[in-house]
């Protein structure tokens, strides 16, 4: 039987070569790679755990980083004032249009913080299923809440472990402003990552890494429409998307997809016994940073150079910043390629100081001054 799938296996390889689930995109047109990532200003020193960043109403940038959240305010956004502290890791953030600030707490849930009261308001359950990993929440004008769990039962620090395994098991949850009256709107989305409502307020934008999709979906009433596909094949893992303050979006990719790692997709045989036997940090598998370990794959001279790493090699990490215009096209990109510094683009959000970015593979908060059209 085993030889058959093989044999099952190769035939569509040949028959479909170029199918939609094995060809990767070419970074081109508005996508094609540069250093401008690189030669981004970083922000203050580096934050260990960086995870999210979005914009206050007053010119300030909130920040999870770790268990924390900090706002970042004044000259060059270099003052720091600890938010808040959570048991869990604090990841997504987004504000809502009553002034609160959301966050999604690894191990909890949502939490709602009032500028006027220090105590959060918790949102832990939906469909009486507890929340394990939140990775991203947004806010309708309408004052409706909407969030994303990457896996069921699975921390975010684990995404690894879900890509590897081949899960699909994400949910896209609803509540009211109140945190009220959550539901369950949508089952089975492969690590889903990124999640925005439109300027117009009248469509949900989603991300799902696994699938390297981008979809929206018409605000109808309490629910959402049928789903349409606006990217269906990304030549990378999305992370999270965020207004750009002119209708447009600003979306991370926390890494990018190899030909490489998709074959050891395909290869059930050897990734599950690399599962069993192998740390994950050496897996044959995306990261948010890499390079600095001589045990890491990909090490060979095509990839190095008298320790040099090569920008145009085969990336284990890449820095990638998309700008994406209202209909979903991109318009314009920041790279760090695979030789470069800021890998692991997790976020990123427009401020009258320029666009912050987290680039979570180094810890750095970055400032591209200027605007991303």
Known sequence: MALFDHLLRDIRSVVNRDGVQNAIPPLDGALSPNDRLDACTPIGDPLPGLDDVVAAKDG?????????????????????TLVAEFEGEAGGLALHPDGRLLVCVAGRGLAALDPQNPDPRWLETADGASFAGLTSVTAAPDGRIFMVEGSIGRAPGEWRHDLMEKRSNGRLIACGAALDSAQVLLTGLPYPYGLAVSADGRQLWLGESWAHRL???????????????????????????????????????????????????KEDDFRE???????????????????SDCLEPMQIGAVKALGIQKPWAPPRSYGLLVHLDGEGEATDSLHSRAGGRYHGVTGACDTPHGVVIAARGTGRLLLHRGELR
């Open 60 to 80: 300030g940038v909130y920040v999870s980083m770790g268990k924390k959240v900090l706002r970042l305010s004044g000259d060059g956004l270099a003052t720091r």
């Open 215 to 265: 979809s929206r979906f018409a605000l109808e009433g309490s629910g959402i429409g049928p789903r349409e596909v606006v990217a269906g094949n990304l030549p990378g893992y999305p992370a999270r998307l965020h207004p750009d303050g002119h209708g447009g979006f600003l979306l991370g990719m926390f890494a990018r997809r190899t030909h490489l790692i998709e074959f050891v997709l």
């Open 273 to 291: 016994d690399m599962l069993e036997t192998m740390p994950p940090d050496y897996w044959i598998a995306p990261a948010f940073a890499g390079g």
